[in-house]
């Protein structure tokens, strides 16, 4: 019997990376894969080492150990225009991702510069496309950076890097910033791009409220290391380890309705 083993999209094997003038890494023996239109959450606090992670995924910093893949093809050395097109980013605060004085034109259309061959044959049409994919009025294009909300903001952000037709979004912390009604509503855009455009999603985030409304599998990562990982209703209903189980159990805590003392 034969058997073909399907190549995930994103393949991170053992990979450790040690900042310069640091004894313990930031990221220890980390692995994991994604697959095409998958939405695989990094849960974790502070300092664990996600963003770290992240820095790694989209080329921003090279491995000491391990390997990163996509397609199948080791990333090492430089990536090519092709490799770079396929994994984009998305920051945490738009307002300082995006340069305030730019118009939404200029921002969006700004990838069609370093990849020409993803700029579409009538580019006003594809930026009224692209705002209009974002839930944005295409009235908004001739705005500034600095004169839109958080969450229109964030949209451009997204509609950015979406422009040149990326097949993996990393979001780093993508929603934090944002007002929890505002989190919403670019959580269910991300899932409707999943949806529409195919879109795999590497989400980086310390909200597990955030991870639930998202995630199809969660890794956790504890002091540089991945403590678990699974299908994300294995993580929020059968945790397995204690540190996770401890997360859980804080927004377990928060999430518990109030007790009110009778003043009588
Ligand atoms: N540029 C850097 N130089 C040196 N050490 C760094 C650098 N960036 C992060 N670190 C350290 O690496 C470790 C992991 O940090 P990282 O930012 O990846 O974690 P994180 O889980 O994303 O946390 P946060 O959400 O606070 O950013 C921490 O100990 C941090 O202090």
Not at 96 to 104: A, D, E, G, I
Not at 201 to 221: E, N, P, S, Y
Not at 231 to 254: G, H, K
Request: glycine share 8%; net charge neutral; hydrophobic share 40%.
């Amino acid at each position: 019997m034969t058997s073909t083993a399907v190549k995930p999209l994103l393949d991170v094997r053992d990979v450790s990376i040690t900042y310069p003038r640091r004894k313990t890494p930031a990221v220890d023996d980390v692995s994991l894969s994604i697959g095409s239109g998958e939405i695989v959450a990094v849960v974790g606090e502070s300092g664990s080492g996600k963003s770290t992670l992240a820095r790694a995924v989209v080329g921003l910093l090279r491995p000491d150990r391990g390997s990163i893949s996509h397609d199948g093809t080791v990333l090492a050395g430089r990536r090519t225009t092709a490799q770079r097109r396929d994994i984009q980013m998305v920051f945490q605060d738009p307002r300082s991702s995006l340069n305030p004085r730019l118009t939404v034109r200029k921002i969006v259309a700004e990838g069609w510069r370093t990849h020409p061959s993803a700029r579409p044959a009538d580019p006003e049409a594809g930026l009224v496309q692209l705002m209009d994919r974002v839930g944005l009025p295409a009235g908004l294009l001739d705005r500034t950076a600095e004169q839109l909300s958080g969450g229109q903001a964030q949209r451009v952000s997204i509609a950015r890097a979406i422009s040149i037709g990326p097949r993996l979004l990393v979001c780093d912390e993508a929603v934090s910033a944002l007002d929890v009604s505002v989190q919403t509503q670019i959580l269910s855009l991300l899932l409707r791009l999943r949806d529409e455009l195919g879109l795999a999603l590497l989400f980086i985030t310390h909200d597990l409220g955030v991870v639930r409304q998202i995630a199809d599998r969660v890794v956790v990562m504890h002091s540089a290391r991945v403590v678990e990982q699974g299908p994300a209703d294995d993580i929020f209903e059968r945790p397995r380890d204690s540190y996770t189980r401890a997360l859980l159990d804080s927004v377990l805590d928060l999430a518990a309705p109030p007790t009110y003392e009778d003043p009588a």
